[in-house]
């Protein structure tokens, strides 16, 4: 199918921009860690059942050593390490600024590909890349109306931003080889997902929080039907997007095209929040959209 690695990736960013709005409730209830943790549990279930009921095993453990050992250190990377910042900076900074530090993941993990695999992307490529995070860039930086008289973006937010970019643009990179041949993404990222959970509740026994974290579900009941839902929209489908994606089109592309939820946010902040937005967020929107039409016709 023409263009599958793009609409793949589109697909994430979709994803990922409801998952945000959701796990973003769901952290300011439970806190970051606990939802990072929470949400790993249930993605790896819901990624059981699908793996069951296509190829009647829950996880692939037929899969190689080279593919788990991949997949594995890429979701303890991007999952485990990588999202743990990013729910600390939704938690500071809120969503949309969030995305503006994820944002900087495409370049980071350009860089990676480059560097580690030698993977180029023509000059048509790059000029798409280009043009589409400085519309995104644009977007997220302008402030809503409504927020002028508030106070200044806490420093730690940014750093636990620019360190969740840094785990999910490795991340993506280091599945690459995982994911080569037609395997399924399902499968994928059920390796992924698994070998992130199992790092972090060993941590997580280690610090003995486990009753915490249980104990925290139990006082927010509410939070656990947004984990519910965040879980099967984020970790599953979008992250299981994400891997189709490098499967067809070059790790840079896609992860320019994963980095749109700040676009996909708007009419989410417009019609939920109430936000509203000048003119330098609608030109930076149009700019960003101009940028995902030279990636699809490079």
């Known amino acids: 199918m023409a263009y599958l690695g793009e609409i793949a990736a589109l697909l994430t960013s979709l994803c990922f921009s409801i998952s945000a709005v959701i796990l973003t409730q769901a952290s300011r209830q439970i806190g ?11 993605a ?3 990624l059981a059942m699908i793996n069951f009921a296509l190829f009647e095993r829950p996880l692939p453990i037929d899969a190689g050593i080279d593919r788990w050992a991949w997949l594995g250190l890429s979701g ?16 500071l900074i809120g969503p949309r600024l969030s995305m503006l530090m ?26 798409g890349m280009t043009v589409t995070l400085i519309g995104v860039a644009w977007v997220v930086a ?14 730690s ?18 599945a690459r080889p995982g994911m080569r041949g037609d395997f399924s993404p399902f499968a994928g990222n059920a390796i992924r997902m698994s070998s992130a959970a199992v790092v972090l509740w060993l941590i997580t026994f280690a610090q003995r929080q486990a009753a915490p974290t249980i104990q925290s579900l139990r006082d927010h009941r509410s939070a656990l039907r947004l984990l519910m839902l ?36 708007l009419p989410i902040g417009y ?12 030109i930076g929107t149009a700019v960003a959209l101009i940028g995902v039409g030279l990636l699809f016709l490079a």
Not at 76 to 91: N, S
Not at 108 to 125: D, H, K, N, S
């Open 230 to 265: 965040g879980g099967l929209v984020g970790p599953v489908l979008g992250v299981s997007a994400s891997l189709l994606a490098i499967q067809h089109t070059a790790i840079g592309v896609a992860g320019t095209l994963t980095a749109l939820p700040p676009v996909f946010l």
């Open 76 to 91: 303890v990377i991007g999952l485990a390490l990588g999202d743990q910042f990013l729910f600390r900076a939704y938690a």
């Open 157 to 174: 937010g940014v750093v636990f931003g620019l360190l969740a970019a840094t785990g999910q643009g490795l991340g993506l990179v280091l």
């Open 102 to 127: 994820m944002s900087l993941a495409p370049a980071i993990g350009a860089m990676a590909a480059w560097v580690i695999f030698g993977e180029m992307l023509r000059p048509a490529q790059i000029a």
């Open 271 to 282: 019609f939920v929040y109430k936000e509203r937005f000048g003119w330098q967020t609608v």
């Open 142 to 155: 302008a402030r809503p109306a409504a927020d002028a008289a508030r106070p200044g973006v806490p420093l």
């Open 32 to 42: 970051a860690l606990n939802t990072n943790r929470v949400r790993l549990i249930i």
């Open 44 to 46: 790896v279930s819901y």
